[in-house]
């Protein structure tokens, strides 16, 4: 899963206009010869907010995309493919995991992000405020949702910032087994009963423009895409990984003998690439306001687990610091999991 | 596999019972790993730590493999062209064969490690026995089953542990998890005429020597988790022989609705 370019909206500084100190002349010729930064380097107080803001969005996407996915583990088809969804919403589980420990190497905790999570302050991917309304959504997701994500994510393995980049080499090996899983059962529906056609279709038909959404505002709109190219952060701009995603996508949708709900889609022969119809923006900052599907589902469901798990955490941490107590060489800190 | 068939082949006239008892043992053990594993796959994602979000799936999935490996078995040695799925997924309450326990619902995070734990202490007593069985594939289904088993008990354990021993809040929940759920383990090593055929046959070990052990190493993780188990209720719960509670037919209307309602389709 990924987080959408939701580091462009809002808080992150515009392009500095004045003179670079000497530490940031210093740093930015580092970022320049492609050196990775590491937690302990030296780092501008913006890059490093951008950072975990970008970082944290990222694993809160993880997160909660594991709801929309987990919606349909109890009821897979067949045995397979529930192992195979119980092992990729894992997955999604674990590439939380790497990426709040990548964000706390900035100086963050994950209980901080949390916190931000569940109080409504920190964003996560928009996609999955969208519902997982048939099994055809299982598949779509795979396909549509984790494509998007590896075409975002692959040049983030090259960021700067080395413990970023080297968490999202290992999350996209597994982003891309995803996504062939998710065409797999695509493929399995387009070619299977009439009704699993239908479904498979209906599929395609609600999760096409949320998946182009993925990609963040046009290049037009994104005010603050250009510090983080300079940065490193960013290697494309939206609207260069939306298309190289639109041009990869048709193809497999035609493989599949499905139909993009968009009938203004042409392969474009002087451009070689294919232009699309007019994007809801209206629609994306809705949802991003809080006013989709299941904005109110997710974010309920995020803190029922955390306040069901309240009691767990806190005698776990009781029990830890009572067996610091009995074992006088135990130096590990009780309270740093579940703090 | 082929010398435990073998044997049956030889039995001639009793071939059938046997077949029906073999069929049934390995229907108790893979259906109870498939409802516990649909249980934990209910925990994913609203887990008290994304840890445990990962450790829960990680039994799940463990659980519906060993399901599918006991299933597909099962199908093969019917020879009435059932596999996994439609063992999984076309059967109603009455021809499943869990254990009672494996059915119950999560409840709090305390119930799900409880019944977790009860579960596994059970399936490392068989699942250790019956690597020694007649049947070579029913015996290398049990040494990998096995090994899943001591990771899970790890867990389970480690977790009982923790909370009995935790908060007063966590010992009062763990307490009354296992003062609902102890009344299930009554089913655990009672065998029935199937399991005592198998047994003779030596593709089972005989059930009722393994409760002694179970009971020594439950008791003393109770006694470190600082709790204790009420005295036996010996409701005689018939799961095994598909006599189940109410919650059986809801989890499978729920995991079974998309098979049953487009008949036929390839997923």
Not at chain 1, 198 to 217: H, K, V
Not at chain 1, 308 to 323: L, T
Not at chain 2, 20 to 35: F, K, M, P, W, Y
Not at chain 2, 166 to 193: K, V
């Amino acid at each position: 899963m990924y987080t959408q370019a939701l580091d462009t909206h809002g808080q992150e500084p515009a392009p500095a206009a004045r003179d670079l100190s000497a530490q940031e002349q210093r740093f930015q010729a580092r970022v320049d010869a492609e050196e990775k930064i590491e937690p302990k380097d030296w780092m501008p107080d913006a890059y490093r907010q951008t950072l975990i803001r970008q970082i944290s969005q990222h694993a809160h996407s993880e997160i909660v995309g594991m709801l929309p996915e987990g919606n349909w583990i109890t009821r897979a088809p067949s045995l397979r493919r529930k192992a195979v969804l119980m092992a990729k919403v894992q997955d999604e589980g674990g590439h939380g995991m790497y990426l709040y420990s990548a964000a706390e190497t900035l100086g963050v905790s994950r209980a901080q992000m949390m916190q931000q999570l569940l109080s409504g302050a920190a964003k996560y991917s928009s996609i999955f405020n969208y519902p997982t309304l048939t099994w055809a959504d299982i598949g779509a997701i795979g396909w549509l949702v984790d494509g998007a994500a590896i075409m975002n994510q692959i040049p983030i393995c090259r960021c700067s910032y080395g413990p970023y980049a080297r968490a999202m080499v290992r999350i996209c090996k597994e982003e891309s087994f995803h996504q062939r899983q998710g065409f797999e059962i695509m493929l399995t529906l387009a070619h299977g009963s009439a009704d699993q056609h239908t479904m498979a279709q209906d599929a395609l038909n609600r999760w096409w423009w949320p998946s182009i959404m993925m990609f963040g505002p046009s290049d037009a709109d994104s005010k603050h895409s250009a510090q983080s190219m300079r940065w490193k952060i960013k290697r494309f701009s939206n609207d260069e990984l939306r298309q190289k995603f639109i041009d990869v996508t048709v193809p497999q949708a035609q493989y599949l003998r499905l139909t993009i709900p968009d009938p203004r889609l042409r392969w474009n022969e002087a451009t070689q690439h294919y232009d699309i119809g007019p994007i809801d923006w209206e629609e994306f900052a809705n949802v991003l306001r809080g006013n989709g599907p299941c904005n109110r589902e997710r974010l309920a469901a995020r803190r029922a687990a955390d306040e069901a798990g309240a009691w767990v955490r806190e005698a776990a941490a009781a029990h830890a610091a009572r067996q610091i107590g009995r074992s006088p060489h135990m130096a590990v800190n009780p309270q740093a999991r579940f703090a | 596999m082929k010398a435990a068939l073998t044997a049956i082949a030889a039995a001639g006239a009793s071939a059938g019972p046997q077949r029906q008892a073999h069929i049934e043992c390995l229907l108790r053990l893979g259906d109870t790993s498939l409802v516990l594993g649909q249980r934990l796959g209910e925990w994913i994602g609203h887990a008290p730590a994304l840890e445990e979000d990962l450790g829960l799936a990680n039994l799940g999935l463990d659980l519906i493999g060993q399901a599918r490996l006991l299933l597909s078995y099962a199908g093969e040695l019917e020879g009435q062209g059932r596999d996994e799925d439609s063992l999984a997924f076309l059967r109603d309450a009455p021809q499943f064969r869990n254990l009672t326990l494996a059915e119950q619902p999560n409840g709090d995070f305390g119930h799900t490690i409880v019944r977790q734990w009860l579960i596994d202490g059970w399936q490392l007593q068989l699942y250790d026995a019956l690597q020694g069985s007649s049947d070579a594939r029913l015996g290398a289904i049990a040494a990998k089953a096995l090994k899943e088993t001591r990771y899970h008990y790890r867990f389970s354990r480690g977790w009982l542990v923790r909370l009995g021993d935790g908060t007063a809040e966590s010992q009062r929940r763990m307490q009354a998890a296992i003062d609902g759920l102890w009344r299930f383990t009554a089913e655990f090593f009672t065998a029935d005429e199937s399991e005592r055929l198998m047994a003779q046959a030596g593709v089972m070990p005989q059930l009722p020597p393994l409760a002694n052990n179970w009971l020594a190493q439950a008791e003393a993780d109770l006694e470190e988790a600082t709790l204790g188990h009420p005295p036996a209720v010996p409701y005689p719960w018939q799961g095994k022989q598909g006599v189940h509670s109410e919650h059986l037919g809801h989890l499978l209307a729920h995991m079974q609705h998309l098979p049953r309602t487009y008949p036929g389709a390839k997923w």
